[in-house]
């Protein structure tokens, strides 16, 4: 349970900052602050709901146990000392979430790279699927998708593709979508109607700052070239297409969407530093989660995590063994937040199991 002790430092510590942001002082302290400000507030409120409500348990406590108080009195303040203690549970379950460590890169926007894996032609039919029901789901959430980087198959399937998914918590909604999606389906291209089992790959990054990230310019090697369609048909006379390689890691990054070559290296660049970050994080979470396995998985992006299976119209999670009979509506977009919510659930479950483990 949640001490008054924990309450009372949550309650002191955004009086502090309130009052530290309106003496004003440096704008770099005073972005930290409203940044810290804005993340606390809402885990105040809850804790001061959950005083106020102890409060109240102790103060009808009293009437009902005080001998001079009236009968009639004593049994309202019994039935009301029931009700509060019925939702106290309730409260304090919230600001225990509320108060759960805090993924810095959640409230981040994202970075998505989907591929197609094994599966050829029906692989790449089943990513651009994929790539829809992102693109869907971010619409439905009001967010703004843009395609930075795509490659083509010759059936109008993708081999790979990366999209800039931006607005307000895209990666702590999307995290939890990295690994490998696998589709059971009878392929269109299929004459004996049997079902086919193919796989995409799907990554999610944090979009990673400049001060996140520093990449030191003579760090990269940078070539332009031509940017191609599918099939291999030219899609522009110049060499507007960048790829950007990072010497120190090897990461290798392109970007050919636009025709404008300092466009197409902006972009690039943005990916870039998603995956340097990206890859220092999962490096830190690594040696975080060694002490403990971690239920929704560790992003690792050969972990398979979920079946789309077509002929009976479902689709599974292996991780929290979800399964929704709505893949309509789940390739439309409408029910990835069942799925989503689930995760964030179950992800939340494990934090705090950990921290009773260790309190």
Not at 257 to 279: E, F, G, I, P, T
Request: with cysteine; charged share 30%.
């Amino acid at each position: 349970m949640i001490g008054e002790e924990q309450i009372g430092g949550i309650l002191k510590r955004l009086a502090e900052l309130e009052a530290t942001m309106a003496e004003g002082g440096a704008s770099d302290d005073f972005v930290r602050l409203s940044k810290e400000y804005a993340e606390l507030s809402p885990v105040a409120k809850t804790a001061q709901a959950v005083r106020d409500l102890r409060t109240e348990i102790a103060d009808l406590g009293g009437m009902v146990a005080d001998p001079d108080s009236d009968a009639e009195m004593r049994e309202l303040a019994t039935e009301e000392m029931a009700a509060a203690r019925e939702r106290l549970p309730e409260l304090e379950a919230e600001l225990q979430i509320a108060m759960l460590p805090r993924d810095a890169a959640d409230t981040k926007n994202a970075i998505l790279e989907v591929r197609a894996g094994t599966g050829g032609d029906e692989a790449a039919l089943f990513a651009a699927d994929l790539l829809r029901m992102y693109q869907r789901y971010a619409e439905i959430n009001g967010w703004k998708f843009e395609l930075m980087d795509v490659s083509e198959s010759d059936l109008g399937g993708i081999r790979d593709a990366v999209a800039s998914i931006t607005g307000r918590g895209v990666f702590a909604k999307l995290k939890f979508e990295s690994g490998v999606h696998r589709v059971q389906r009878v392929p269109e291209t299929e004459s004996q109607g049997r079902i086919h089992t193919s796989a995409a790959t799907v990554a999610v990054l944090p979009e990673a700052e400049e001060i996140d990230v520093e990449v030191d310019p003579s760090d990269l090697r940078v070539d332009t070239y031509r940017a191609q369609g599918a099939g291999g048909q030219h899609v522009n006379k110049t060499d507007s297409a960048i790829r950007i390689t990072h010497l120190p890691t090897g990461v290798v990054v392109q970007c050919q969407d636009n025709k404008s070559q300092h466009k197409n290296r902006a972009q690039a660049m943005k990916v870039l530093r998603a995956r340097l970050y990206d890859a220092e994080r999962q490096k830190m979470e690594g040696e975080r989660a060694s002490a403990r396995k971690e239920q929704v998985g560790s992003g690792d992006r050969s972990e398979r995590i979920r079946t789309y299976n077509f002929p009976q119209g479902r689709v599974t999670d292996h991780r929290i063994n979800l399964t929704l009979y709505k893949l309509e509506k789940m390739m439309s977009g409408e029910a990835v937040d069942e799925v989503v919510d689930a995760l964030i659930a179950d992800h939340q479950a494990s934090l705090l199991a950990d921290l009773e483990d260790h309190g």
